[in-house]
Each structure stands twice: as structure tokens, then as C-alpha cells.
């Protein structure tokens, strides 16, 4: 077989694959409207975190999970109203919402918390930023990206309900 021929083939198979994933993850608007949903959803989440941990002397875990959770009430309001206009219902949708953003971030943060811990110090120093700081904005990314998944194919997704 031709090289073109390969490089020809695997054009239509990645374009193929990248059709299918998009179709079923990724709609641009949908997308565009989550991350502003998430950026204020962050701005909310993670100045409490910095304000609990830095300002109040709170320990990681406490003051990443109380920003977060703060931070997820404002985002299922916002995202199931303005993200995926969504009509599941809040009984169906919000215990969902929460096993979605338990297990975001505990793995999130236990990922980025992890990764921290075997930096050593002293590399990063010049940053001015501790490790649970670093810890926080790695955590911060994962969980953005894992709670995006699990809202679109799990909380949000549309199927049929019935109106009793």
C-alpha cells in the first residue's frame, strides 16, 4: 500500500473519531457557556480555598473541599440552567450532580495533592507558591475537566422522564 494511501486512511479514521467524540462530548456553545459558567464557579470555589487555607490557617482538605462545595451549588444552578438548559429534573439531577463532583474531586485533588507531594521544595521556590498552593491550581484543572465529562454524560444528559 501507498504511503498516501495510509496517511489517507488514517485521515478518515481520526476524522472519523474526532466527529464521534465531538458529537457525543463536545458542542462549542455548550462548551464556551461551561467555562464561563466554571470561571466564575472558580473565581467563587477557589478564593475560598486560598482565603480558608492562607487566610484562616484551615488545613488542605477542609478548606479545598468547603470552597468546592460552595462552588458546586453555584454551578449546578447555573449549569443546568444556562450551560445545558437543561430539564432533568433537580430530584434526579442533583444526586447526580454530587456523586459527579464527590468523585471529581477526590480525584482531583488527591491526584494533584500526590503530585505535590513528591516535588521537591526547593524546585520550586522561586515560584513563591507552597505545595498545597500548586496542589490547589493542579487540582483546580483535573477537576474542571472531570466534572465537565461527568456533568454532560451523566447529570445532564437528556433522556425521558415522566412528568408524575
Request: net charge positive; hydrophobic share 45%; with cysteine.
Amino acid at each position: 500500500m501507498s504511503q498516501s494511501l495510509k496517511h489517507g486512511s488514517y485521515l478518515r479514521t481520526t476524522s472519523h473519531l474526532n466527529k464521534w467524540i465531538g458529537g457525543r462530548f463536545v458542542n462549542s456553545m455548550q462548551f464556551l457557556r461551561f467555562l464561563i459558567v466554571g470561571m466564575f464557579n472558580t473565581m467563587v470555589g477557589m478564593g475560598l480555598m486560598f482565603l480558608l487555607k492562607n487566610g484562616l490557617d484551615w488545613p488542605y482538605w477542609h478548606s479545598t473541599f468547603t470552597g468546592n462545595s460552595i462552588g458546586a451549588a453555584v454551578s449546578f444552578i447555573l449549569n443546568r440552567a444556562f450551560t445545558f438548559q437543561s430539564s432533568v429534573p433537580v430530584r434526579v439531577g442533583a444526586p447526580r450532580f454530587v456523586l459527579v463532583i464527590l468523585v471529581s474531586y477526590i480525584l482531583s485533588f488527591s491526584v494533584s495533592h500526590s503530585i505535590t507531594e513528591r516535588i521537591n521544595e526547593s524546585t520550586i521556590h522561586d515560584l513563591y507558591l507552597s505545595l498545597d498552593s500548586i496542589a490547589i491550581i493542579l487540582g483546580s484543572i483535573f477537576y474542571t475537566i472531570t466534572n465537565f465529562i461527568g456533568q454532560k454524560v451523566f447529570v445532564f444528559k437528556e433522556r425521558d422522564y415522566c412528568s408524575s
